[in-house]
């Protein structure tokens, strides 16, 4: 397909050629500080509001009020809290270059919470409530999608900032973003040319953008004749990966095509570390399109380094304007900061608005709309817009820039070290085709792409795998199983408690690395017995004001601690900041142990196993050998007597708890080898926790043991053969079935209260 071919949107539309959206692309002139240089020679008389404003928003005669609507809690704050920052610093300059028509921008900051329900929402509140003239937000394509009737139905304007698959266009949408073809048949291309690959694996989290790049990238793939060998998909935040790091292992691609987003990143480079994949080697060769330079800083540097990344920007590109723009950035965030391909779109989001609402005379969205502004050459040149254009009008020449993350683990900012560029080719896409007329069948048979020796060692390998998850799941209910099963407390903020014990590791190997450095490798240890004390604490004091007083009132329990996770999520990110963060581990946690071609047993694993053993051990040993134990089992029995015989009920139920709390910020150590730590991150296993819990029997140890080893086991296997998402579903169906038969669960010690 010929651009010159390509439907014109309007007979006025000047579009750049190729040549100079080529340039104006690679060398990142559309993040020159526009509004500084325009400052002296741009000044716009402020127009009457009632020419301006025709349509009741908020505009004033000196301010005109905008939303900004991102994730700043959840999975996807790692990602999207530097187009966060962007838009504040966009906003900000435009403000200092005299505003947009004589007005200063005021936002209004709502937060998606990685929940695409609550985009919708926030979005409805944006437009209704607060009558903003204009929304900069979103980073997935479902929380686009939540959010679009709703654009519709109050006509409002979303300017996102962040890859785009190419299906829908909508008049209520600027997508700054690339279109998917843009970094897919460019990327795939350069690793068949270069590398010489062959066979891919093709992953992706589970939603719309990650589902559509990777049908476009199969339908490159076999139309070069190369081959898919596997594809797979997991939910936002899942930190479990060992299953298809094995299938890969199986597999043997020479190419991981992975479309991996939010805190997933965390867990999946470092597992894949773990598993024995370095990446530095290229056997096989990882290639990305969903990570940027600023979420190395959450990844961790070592984790990742060896892995490709096809994107439209990077900040280590070499001209005057990316310069100027990462100056800017870094002087009003911090020079610790990353700058990455998503942060720079979200850039350009107010620069577009401001430019679209004076060109057209008015903040009316429909006037906004109507006319689609045209760009001068005097503004293009300065580089704005230039991505707006590419993106909603079709394809051009884009050169995507192939960059080889090799970072140092000290590194602060990340930067690329060898860049490769793509050469410039013309894409045979645009928006207004349908990706969705793909169709492609699969082989549904279980076992059919195995023999023998692959199931064995299938098998062997989730095996482990699943030992991996039990080791969590245990050190996770033992507390909650102490805490439940035995004060009959429900514990919502159990996973709060976790979370304290991770950011508690977190901040101990910070410390370590500042101040002793020389002992480094020893930090961990003493990260776990602080976790353990910081949490028990924490427990103690919960215990007295709060829980002390609900004995006996389940529900009021779980609503207070319900409340009380809300209030702990609101201190930690308080405390911590939203984005979530990765911890370094000591080297000696890293790497592998191979036992077979296929087979390789992670030290981490092996470690939090370990950790499980001597946990579970002490618990056990302090509930039934302890003297304390026997306070303990005596109140479980009958409380009143108890206290007659002369135990202080108050004291066992204030250790009890405190102790139950304690093993969760253990866990919460354990937590930090496999996944991202964030203020939101512990809500995710509270479910899987009370499953393993009711099902092994509340007030039974054993059956905690017996249940998450069931659980944990069954889940790893299914997932190897089926979807995580199945794995889990038919997990669940299987727990509740045998809950109908044996409503007690496996195991239930027979008590009087």
């Given at each position: 397909?010929?651009?010159?071919?390509?439907?014109?949107?309007?007979?006025?539309?000047?579009?750049?050629?190729?040549?100079?959206?080529?340039?104006?692309?690679?060398?990142?002139?559309?993040?020159?500080?526009?509004?500084?240089?325009?400052?002296?020679?741009?000044?716009?008389?402020?127009?009457?509001?009632?020419?301006?404003?025709?349509?009741?928003?908020?505009?004033?005669?000196?301010?005109?009020?905008?939303?900004?609507?991102?994730?700043?809690?959840?999975?996807?704050?790692?990602?999207?809290?530097?187009?966060?920052?962007?838009?504040?610093?966009?906003?900000?300059?435009?403000?200092?270059?005299?505003g947009v028509l004589g007005r200063k921008i005021e936002y209004v900051q709502e937060d998606g919470a990685?929940?695409?329900?609550?985009?919708?929402?926030?979005?409805?509140?944006?437009?209704?409530?607060?009558?903003?003239?204009?929304?900069?937000?979103?980073?997935?394509?479902?929380?686009?999608?939540?959010?679009?009737?709703?654009?519709?139905?109050?006509?409002?304007?979303?300017?996102?900032?962040?890859?785009?698959?190419?299906?829908?266009?909508?008049?209520?949408?600027?997508?700054?973003?690339?279109?998917?073809?843009?970094?897919?048949?460019?990327?795939?291309?350069?690793?068949?040319?270069?590398?010489?690959?062959?066979?891919?694996?093709?992953?992706?989290?589970?939603?719309?953008?990650?589902?559509?790049?990777?049908?476009?990238?199969?339908?490159?793939?076999?139309?070069?004749?190369?081959?898919?060998?596997?594809?797979?998909?997991?939910?936002?935040?899942?930190?479990?990966?060992?299953?298809?790091?094995?299938?890969?292992?199986?597999?043997?691609?020479?190419?991981?095509?992975?479309?991996?987003?939010?805190?997933?990143?965390?867990?999946?480079?470092?597992?894949?570390?773990?598993?024995?994949?370095?990446?530095?080697?290229?056997?096989?060769?990882?290639?990305?399109?969903?990570?940027?330079?600023?979420?190395?800083?959450?990844?961790?540097?070592?984790?990742?380094?060896?892995?490709?990344?096809?994107?439209?920007?990077?900040?280590?590109?070499?001209?005057?304007?990316?310069?100027?723009?990462?100056?800017?950035?870094?002087?009003?965030?911090?020079?610790?900061?990353?700058?990455?391909?998503?942060?720079?779109?979200?850039?350009?989001?107010?620069?577009?608005?401001?430019?679209?609402?004076?060109?057209?005379?008015?903040?009316?969205?429909?006037?906004?709309?109507?006319?689609?502004?045209?760009?001068?050459?005097?503004?293009?040149?300065?580089?704005?817009?230039?991505?707006?254009?590419?993106?909603?009008?079709?394809?051009?020449?884009?050169?995507?820039?192939?960059?080889?993350?090799?970072?140092?683990?000290?590194?602060?900012?990340?930067?690329?070290?060898?860049?490769?560029?793509?050469?410039?080719?013309?894409?045979?896409?645009?928006?207004?085709?349908?990706?969705?007329?793909?169709?492609?069948?699969?082989?549904?048979?279980?076992?059919?792409?195995?023999?023998?020796?692959?199931?064995?060692?299938?098998?062997?390998?989730?095996?482990?795998?699943?030992?991996?998850?039990?080791?969590?799941f245990v050190l996770m209910s033992l507390g909650l199983a102490i805490i439940f099963g035995q004060m009959?407390?429900?514990?919502?903020?159990?996973?709060?408690?976790?979370?304290?014990?991770?950011?508690?590791?977190?901040?101990?190997?910070?410390?370590?690395?500042?101040?002793?450095?020389?002992?480094?490798?020893?930090?961990?240890?003493?990260?776990?017995?602080?976790?353990?004390?910081?949490?028990?604490?924490?427990?103690?004091?919960?215990?007295?004001?709060?829980?002390?007083?609900?004995?006996?009132?389940?529900?009021?329990?779980?609503?207070?601690?319900?409340?009380?996770?809300?209030?702990?999520?609101?201190?930690?990110?308080?405390?911590?900041?939203?984005?979530?963060?990765?911890?370094?581990?000591?080297?000696?946690?890293?790497?592998?142990?191979?036992?077979?071609?296929?087979?390789?047993?992670?030290?981490?694993?092996?470690?939090?196993?370990?950790?499980?053993?001597?946990?579970?051990?002490?618990?056990?040993?302090?509930?039934?050998?302890?003297?304390?134990?026997?306070?303990?089992?005596?109140?479980?029995?009958?409380?009143?007597?108890?206290?007659?015989?002369?135990?202080?009920?108050?004291?066992?139920?204030?250790?009890?708890?405190?102790?139950?709390?304690?093993?969760?910020?253990?866990?919460?150590?354990?937590?930090?080898?496999?996944?991202?730590?964030?203020?939101?991150?512990?809500?995710?296993?509270?479910?899987?926790?009370?499953?393993?819990?009711?099902?092994?029997?509340?007030?039974?140890?054993?059956?905690?043991?017996?249940?998450?080893?069931?659980?944990?086991?069954?889940?790893?296997?299914?997932?190897?053969?089926?979807?995580?998402?199945?794995?889990?579903?038919?997990?669940?169906?299987?727990?509740?079935?045998?809950?109908?038969?044996?409503?007690?669960?496996?195991?239930?010690?027979?008590?009087?209260?």
């Open positions: 397909m010929n651009i010159r071919d390509l439907p014109q949107p309007h007979s006025n539309m000047k579009i750049p050629s190729p040549g100079r959206f080529h340039q104006a692309c690679l060398k990142a002139k559309l993040l020159a500080i526009a509004g500084l240089m325009m400052a002296a020679n741009t000044a716009i008389a402020a127009p009457a509001t009632s020419v301006v404003n025709t349509t009741g928003l908020a505009v004033t005669d000196n301010s005109v009020k905008v939303g900004i609507l991102h994730s700043s809690t959840g999975t996807m704050a790692i990602s999207e809290t530097g187009s966060i920052q962007a838009e504040k610093l966009a906003i900000e300059q435009i403000n200092a270059a005299g990685s929940d695409w329900p609550t985009f919708a929402e926030k979005a409805r509140k944006l437009l209704v409530s607060d009558k903003v003239a204009a929304i900069f937000g979103g980073w997935t394509s479902a929380s686009r999608k939540a959010m679009l009737p709703v654009l519709e139905q109050y006509n409002g304007m979303l300017y996102y900032p962040t890859f785009y698959e190419g299906l829908e266009q909508s008049p209520n949408v600027i997508y700054t973003g690339q279109e998917a073809t843009q970094q897919i048949i460019s990327g795939i291309d350069w690793v068949v040319k270069n590398k010489h690959a062959k066979t891919f694996y093709l992953l992706g989290s589970d939603y719309i953008w990650p589902r559509t790049a990777n049908k476009i990238a199969r339908h490159h793939i076999e139309k070069l004749g190369l081959k898919v060998v596997g594809e797979d998909y997991y939910p936002l935040g899942n930190t479990q990966f060992n299953s298809v790091i094995n299938k890969i292992k199986l597999k043997k691609p020479d190419v991981i095509y992975a479309i991996v987003v939010g805190g997933s990143n965390v867990a999946f480079y470092k597992q894949l570390k773990a598993a024995g994949i370095d990446m530095t080697q290229e056997k096989p060769l990882l290639l990305t399109i969903s990570v940027t330079e600023d979420e190395i800083r959450g990844i961790g540097g070592e984790n990742i380094v060896g892995a490709y990344a096809s994107m439209k920007y990077f900040q280590s590109m070499d001209n005057p304007e990316n310069k100027s723009f990462v100056a800017a950035f870094k002087k009003r965030w911090g020079n610790d900061m990353v700058i990455g391909d998503v942060t720079q779109a979200a850039y350009l989001g107010p620069w577009l608005w401001k430019a679209a609402v004076e060109k057209a005379g008015s903040f009316d969205v429909d006037k906004i709309v109507r006319p689609r502004p045209v760009l001068s050459s005097k503004m293009r040149r300065k580089g704005m817009y230039a991505s707006m254009i590419t993106i909603i009008y079709g394809p051009k020449r884009l050169s995507v820039a192939l960059v080889r993350m090799a970072v140092r683990r000290d590194l602060s900012d990340a930067r690329t070290y060898r860049t490769e560029p793509i050469p410039e080719r013309l894409t045979d896409a645009s928006p207004h085709i349908a990706w969705g007329v793909f169709d492609f069948t699969e082989d549904t048979s279980m076992f059919s792409d195995y023999n023998f020796a692959d199931l064995a060692s299938i098998f062997v390998m989730q095996g482990f795998s699943g030992l991996s998850l039990f080791a969590v009959g407390v429900i514990n919502m903020a159990h996973g709060e408690f976790m979370i304290l014990g991770a950011y508690v590791t977190w901040l101990t190997g910070k410390f370590f690395s500042a101040y002793l450095p020389s002992i480094f490798g020893i930090y961990f240890f003493v990260a776990i017995a602080l976790a353990f004390l910081c949490t028990a604490l924490l427990g103690t004091l919960v215990e007295k004001i709060l829980i002390r007083h609900l004995y006996k009132r389940p529900l009021d329990t779980l609503l207070a601690t319900w409340g009380l996770s809300l209030i702990l999520q609101q201190c930690y990110r308080s405390l911590f900041g939203p984005r979530e963060v990765g911890v370094d581990l000591p080297s000696w946690l890293m790497g592998s142990y191979q036992f077979a071609d296929n087979i390789d047993i992670p030290v981490n694993g092996v470690f939090v196993l370990l950790l499980t053993v001597v946990i579970t051990a002490f618990t056990a040993w302090l509930i039934y050998f302890s003297a304390w134990g026997i306070k303990v089992r005596a109140v479980v029995l009958n409380r009143q007597m108890a206290s007659a015989v002369g135990i202080n009920t108050a004291q066992v139920d204030s250790r009890t708890f405190a102790l139950g709390c304690g093993i969760a910020g253990i866990a919460g150590s354990a937590f930090t080898m496999i996944g991202s730590t964030g203020p939101t991150a512990g809500q995710q296993y509270i479910v899987d926790t009370f499953l393993v819990v009711v099902f092994g029997g509340a007030q039974s140890l054993l059956g905690t043991l017996a249940s998450a080893f069931a659980i944990s086991q069954s889940q790893s296997t299914l997932e190897f053969f089926l979807s995580g998402s199945m794995a889990k579903v038919i997990t669940l169906l299987i727990v509740v079935g045998i809950l109908l038969l044996r409503p007690q669960g496996l195991f239930a010690n027979r008590v009087r209260r």
